[in-house]
Nanobody, 125 residues
Framework: QVHLVESGGGLVQAGGSLRLSCGVP????????MGWFRQAPGKEREFVAA????????YYADSVKGRFTISRDNAKNTVYLQMNSLKPEDTAVYYC??????????????????WGQGTQVTVSL
């Protein structure tokens, strides 16, 4: 069982920034596609961003495009989510997830094999 470890969440005012990190303790991290999802109270878990194993392809939800940036450092087994211009509607628990090689449905939570425990992001007015 692989446990991903997220960090970097917290409370920030609207317009502020946060950077989430996710450590992936597997030797084959560089072969996994990585994604970020979020879940607000009373809502379904939703796709935020994804990056392929090489970083060659990146995908964003329309709601975060232009404000969030996903990146990865394969040497550090870490994926990041830089969040700028945060809005109150970005408030949610954010989860990182790892999808095995061959995955095509990056926007679908069912494509991901491993998940982190989540980190809370709260954006106040």
């Amino acid at each position: 069982q692989v446990h991903l470890v997220e960090s970097g969440g917290g409370l920030v005012q609207a317009g502020g920034s946060l950077r989430l990190s996710c450590g992936v303790p597997v030797r084959t991290f560089s072969s996994y596609h990585m994604g970020w999802f979020r879940q607000a109270p009373g809502k379904e878990r939703e796709f935020v961003a994804a990056i392929t194993w090489s970083g060659g392809s990146i995908y964003y939800a329309d709601s975060v495009k232009g404000r969030f940036t996903i990146s990865r450092d394969n040497a550090k087994n870490t994926v990041y989510l830089q969040m700028n211009s945060l809005k109150p509607e970005d408030t949610a628990v954010y989860y990182c997830a790892a999808a095995p090689p061959g995955t095509l449905g990056f926007r679908v939570s069912g494509s991901y094999e491993y998940w982190g425990q989540g980190t809370q992001v709260t954006v106040s007015l």
